[in-house]
Each structure stands twice: as structure tokens, then as C-alpha cells.
């Protein structure tokens, strides 16, 4: 079996950054990319835009495409619609990944060794656990911007965006853009937030951000109406979401809907870099786990880095920064350069994260959501798969439950197809709360490969080698 | 309800859902087509029957699980539409697949 250098998951900024550099180094680089283009999450659908419009989609998104090019002329393979479901450490030191690859009519599992990995596999939304979150028309704003950027298709009727973060207020921007009327934004940014934000405000009116932020805010607030402080939110229907209502200090009020746009910001996915035994940490102001990392985005795991948002939130522009850094540590690990070139080759990606990351002290701060919305009560579902309420949790925390993982052979939360994806940090807080711990304590899922579902055919189907056996048996606790 | 922007780009193909002919942008994912079709739900859950439709649109959810050219359990945001593809929602739990179910 032939040996690559590095095998890099995921093709979104990080990603491709880091391949085009890897490559540029005359390292043998692949990517596997769950999406059939490049561009991960933010860019998706850059390289087959539906929009007659392109202007729709902003500046910042059509930037994006400076990445594409050099990727595409790097050298680096490019592995579409691949889904990386083990990375597992060797005893000689490389690293043995699984991977599932094409539509399901023609499905191909293989396994492929690299000595060195970057994991760029980005975030995810963060769960926005409130009552009726379930319901048909209620989709987080991160798909409803997917639908626009990649099939042009928008909601009709009455549509309510609701929660805080940079990514609702873009939606709104881009759907007044489109011609798409938005019903209401309901920013449930608490009070005093502001205050507390603003003493980080020198670093963010520097940043990349400031500017255009400030003036998307001012353009959607001329055109939609926004109600401010919403400190509860609960969606109402049977077959389908057909109100929200929401509460403030000194209001509450019912607004029949089409459709819910949910929002809260977004976190790092760790199940892959978790269950490949990387360390995770707990980030109290992003109030999320993160793979534990070095300042080139090495993990715990000698040889498996993580670069982007994958290794906590710091945004698309500090993206390809970060990738590159990683690239510079593989490099040099694999005796490509030496220690003196990996630090002056770096200088240009740090000062490049350093512009990026002015300001991101005050959006953590500003828009890190309130309590009632991360830690649910009641009857709320907390694990929508396998459809596990708030109080379910909270009794069984009540009374002792020791953590995520009994909690998951107690009431099976955390072990539906998405892996606990959806539901472990809102499980973890809960918890947290009930036993006045700290989320680090308590800690979160300890996820285990295959980190996304793989049918037993596609298993069997494996060609049988010491690599493929190696994929498949459990990675060594750190 | 969602629909598409009446400038949207690209060759249009007909699909099927729930055994009613539709038309689908080619490079849509099965679950953009859905919801360009007006169709915000696709399934009932295994657990409670309760009524889902997709949520993330990145692979990540699971809710937009949906049964395509015989195959169930297919995530519909990961899957592009084709033409003449035979999308069916689904109620409830699916069957364990058997050799037969596999290749209709």
C-alpha cells in the first residue's frame, strides 16, 4: 500500500490552505471532502453558483474563490464526496483512515495510510435547543443560507430569523439583497452584553469585520423589524412550525410563521479529532470543547494537527492562516524544512491570524449565547435523534448519573446518526447545571469510530488488509 | 415554505417525489429539491412518529433522511438529484435491509 505524506480532511479554507502549501513543499497531499466542490460550509457552492445575482451573496463570500485556483493547480489530490470515518495512529507513527466515497448506488470503502493528517473538518451550528425545534420549517440559518448559495432557493411567506451571531444578521443582509422579505429578527443577545463587548471594542473596530459588519447591521435594521433582549423563544405546531413566540422584559407575543430561522453561533466538530484520542478542552467564552493544540494546530496525537474552525472558532478569514501553520509544522516533520525555515515561512500566516483574530474577543463576548438557550428545560428535546427531553437528562443528572457517556446507556442520547453531534454540548451543560460542575468537569462524549453511520455492507465490502483491520479497532484511550 | 428564485441558473430535470413528477434544478441536492418543491417535511421519526424535515443541510443531522431509487435511510442534503430519481418520504423505522431490498 502506498504511504502518502498527509492526508488533509476537509476542503473548506484550512483545508485547501493547507493542501496548496503542503503540496508547494513537495509533500504527497490529499484531501477527502465530504461535498461534492471545494469550499467547505462558507464557500459552499463557489465553483457552481446558481445565482443569476452573485452580488446576493456579499464581498466576503465571492473571496473565497482566491482559495480555489492555487488548490486546484497545487498537485494535491482532491477526493470529493469522501467521508473520513477513522483516523487511527499506528504503532510505526502513521495513520491508518477509513473512508467511504461515492453516491450510494456506487459506494466504495477503502482505507489509506498517511504519516501525517490535518484535520479540517470546520464547525457546525450550535444546537439552539427550544421547544418546538423539531418541527418541519424550522432549519438552522446556516441550511437556509446553504439553500440559497447552492439551489438559489429562499422562503416565501412568513419568515422569522431568530437568535444572535454574525451568521443571522448575514442571512437577513443577503435575503434583503435577494428580494426576500424577513418578517422579524429576533435577536436574543443579552443585556449588558453590549457593555461587556465593548471593552474588547478597540481590537474589533481594527478588525476585518468592524466596517462591513457595522453596516450590514444598519441595512438590516432599516429594512426588518428587530426586536431586541428576546430572553425565550418557543415554536408552536403539530405537522409543521405555524408560530413562534417569544418574550422580552416587558413584551410577549405570538408571530404566526412559515418558517424559523435558528441561530447561536457555531462551534468546532470534534468527534473526528476526538475519537482519533486528541484531547479536547473546554472553552469557556466560546462556551464549546476543542481539540487541545499547539500554536502550529498540533493535537495531542503526534502527526494529527487541526487547523480552522475545527480547533475552536476563529472565523473564515484566520482560516487559510492557520492552515498553512499546520502545513509548515508537516512539513517540517517530515523533514521537508527545517526549523529555522518553518519559523520565518511562518511569519506571514501569523501576522495574517493576528489581523484576523482582532476583534474576535469582542464577537465571543458579544454574542456568546445566554443561558436559557443553551440548557434547556422540560420537555424540550435535547437529542433530537433519539428524542431525549431537557428533563429526562436533568432527572438522571439529578440522581447521579456520572456523566455524557452513562448518560448515553441510560436514555441512548448521544447514539442516533448524528453521533451527538446535535446534542452533546446542550447534554454536557445540562448535566453541568444540575450537579453545579463546570462543563470541563464533566466533560463530553467520548465519540468512537465509525464517526459517521456506515452500512455493514460497505464494512464487509473492505478490502482486508493490516490497514483496513487497524481502522477498525478502538483507538487507545489518552 | 420555500421557492426558488425565479433568475435561478441551470438545466432543469424531473424527478419524482412520493410518486408525483417534479421539476429539480440538476446539481440540486435531493433535499434542496424538496424544499424547491414547496416540501419541508420528509420523514416521521423511528421513535415517536414525529414529523421531521431537514435541518442543517451539511451532512450533519440526519433529519433529512429520505428513501431514494429503493435505498431508505439516505441523507437528502448529501445526495444530488438525477434525473428521473424516485424520492419517497419515510414513516417511522425502516426495515433492515435485506440483499433483495438492496438492489431493486
Redesign the interface.
Known sequence: MTVLDVAIVGAGPAGLAAATLCAAHGLSTSVYD?Q?APGG?VY?GIT?S????PEILGDDYWGGAGLILPFVRSGARYVRGASVWSVARRDDGAFALAITQG???ARATTSVVARAVILATGA??RPFPIPGW???????A???Q??LK????????QTVLAGCGPLLWLLAWQYLR?GVAVTALLDTTPHGRLAQALRHAPGFMMSPYFAKGRDLVRAVRRNVRVVEYVESLAIVGS??ATAIRYRTRDAEESLPV??VLLHQGVVP?VNLAGAAGCALEWRDLQACFAPAVDAWGGTTVPGLFVAGDGAGIAGAEAAPALGRLSALAVANALGRIDADARQRLARTPRNALAHALRGRTFLDTLYRPAAAFRIPVGDTIAC????VSAATIAQLAHDGCAGPNQMKAYTRCGM???QG??CGLTVTEIIAAEQRRTPADVGHYRSRFPVK?V?L?DLAAMPVSPEAEQAVVRAPDH | MFARLPDTTGARIAISIDGETVDARAGDTVAAALFAAGRGACRSTPVTGAPRGPFCMMGVCFDCMVEIDGRPNQQGCATRVAAGMRIVTQRGARAIATPDAESP
Open positions: 465530504e461534492d460550509q459552499r457552481a446558481p445565482l443569476a445575482r453516491p450510494a448506488a457546525l451550528e423539531t418541527l418541519p420549517g424550522v432549519l438552522t446556516g441550511a437556509a446553504i439553500l447552492t439551489a438559489g432557493v429562499v422562503p416565501r411567506g435577494a405537522d409543521a412559515d418558517q466538530d433530537r435523534c433519539e428524542e442516533g446518526p448524528c453531534r446535535m453511520p452500512a455492507a
